[in-house]
């Protein structure tokens, strides 16, 4: 048996024990790394660890425990008050709005991760306030990040289109755009359906009525109530007047305004420097952020003296161990074995459709952009053959490897997992993880045959 199917049945291996057994599955992936990385692959110490993924730990220490802090002194409660008056009480209309805000930022230059790491933590405080499925609004940010994240002058955009100039391949920026984008609306579209968007949109919207007592409008009680100033049956009065109806909240109340407390106030100029040093100055959003929550845990200890202790430390350890098997299947050549197979094979269209799933699956795990990097030259072969398009090519292995960055194990899908306030943490997990594996099951041959069948460019 050769060293990487034995990789490959050990991952397999970690999975079932992970799910059957209630054991961390990060725990079990370093003992994993350690096993196959000295024992299989005759890996060092070293080369174990070139798997770590530090930027990742950083990033999702420093996030959490920046919105740990902002919870705790009423922070995240003001930014929900204030997305409740920008859309004038239309619950269902915010996860959209943290769509086309995620978009909006990868669009114009953004790391997708950074986009999600500074818009996850709100987006997710606002689905606990109002019970909206933390499923549906996590899913909603890392698709709108995807939409806008292969833009011509975004991180995705320019990397793949260098990639597609560099093998000297037929290219368009715009329809790499255009699809990453039409394909992440279409699947935010139906997640918002499944998930329960449409039963937000009917309940209609809340209000605040200024007076510390919210009221909810839209959907009325049609068999009524006793209600204020109407005179009921037996009231007396001697006049009959049926009861007026009263208002049912069919949401939880609209929140009260928050008061602008210095402390607020410094967070959230923390929250503006995050993201003006994370996209005008292309800083670390991980360090950054840490040392913003450092200076607001010195500046106001009472408030943060618990956030560290709300650091997602399970999530840190899950996910970072779980990267660091597969960069012991990165060290030990298991991800190129995968695909130089898939493309020896001597039908184009077969090898299309299986070098999609293998960059979904991979980039499930792994960086999407390394996958993008190390796939797309390995089409190079059958596309001189002229009977694929590469412009299609291209655009479908770009979806299928970016799509599927909802998955917990990847670095958006890890945030939006740890961003999650007031959630069954291994539960929210698990639904993760499924709508991942659908995820990967279906994108990639939906996009194979919309874009690479048909034989775009």
Known sequence: MSPELISVLVLAVVFVIATTRSVNMGALAFAAAFGVGTLVADLDADGVFAGFPGDLFVVLVGVTYLFAIARANGTTDWLVYAAVRLVRGRVALIPWVM???????????????????????????????????????????VHGAQAGGFSPISIYGSIVNGIVEREKLPGSEITLFLASLLANLVIAAVVFVVCGGLKLWRQGAVTDTGTGAPEATGTKDAGGGG?????????????????????????????????????????????????????????????????LAVVLSTAWPDDSRKAVGQIAWPTVLLICGVL??????????????????????????????????I???????????????????????????????????????????????????????ALVLAAAPDVDRDRFFRQLMAYGAIVVAAVPAVVWLVMVVPGWG
Do not use: H, K
């Not at 769509?99 to 950074?114: D, E, Q, R, Y």
């Not at 597969?326 to 077969?350: F, H, Q, S």
């Not at 960086?367 to 002229?386: C, E, K, R, T, Y």
């Open 99 to 141: 769509f086309a805000l995620t978009g909006a930022l990868t669009a114009i230059g953004a790391v997708s991760p950074a986009a999600v790491a500074i818009v996850a933590p709100i987006a997710l405080s606002f689905a606990a306030r109002y019970r909206i499925s933390p499923l549906l609004m996590g899913a909603m940010v």
């Open 227 to 291: 209600g204020s100033g109407a005179a009921g049956p037996g009231s007396g009065t001697g006049t009959r007047t049926a009861p007026a109806p009263a208002p049912v909240a069919t949401l939880p109340d609209a929140p009260t305004a928050v008061p602008l407390t210095v402390p607020v106030i410094a967070t959230l100029v923390s929250l503006v420097a995050l993201v003006v040093a994370v996209l005008g100055f292309d800083l670390d959003a991980g360090l950054t952020a840490i040392t």
């Open 324 to 357: 660091t098997y597969v960069g012991v299947l990165d060290e030990m050549g298991t991800i190129t074995w995968a695909g130089e197979g898939v493309g020896g094979i001597g039908v184009p269209l077969l090898a299309a459709v299986l070098l999609c799933y």
């Open 359 to 413: 960059g979904a699956i991979v980039s499930a795990f792994a960086s999407s952009v390394g996958i993008m990097g190390a796939l797309i030259p390995l089409a190079v072969p059958f596309l001189a053959q002229g009977e694929i398009g590469a412009v299609g090519m291209v655009a479908a292995l770009a979806v299928s490897a970016t799509v599927v960055d909802v998955s917990p194990f990847s670095t958006n899908g």
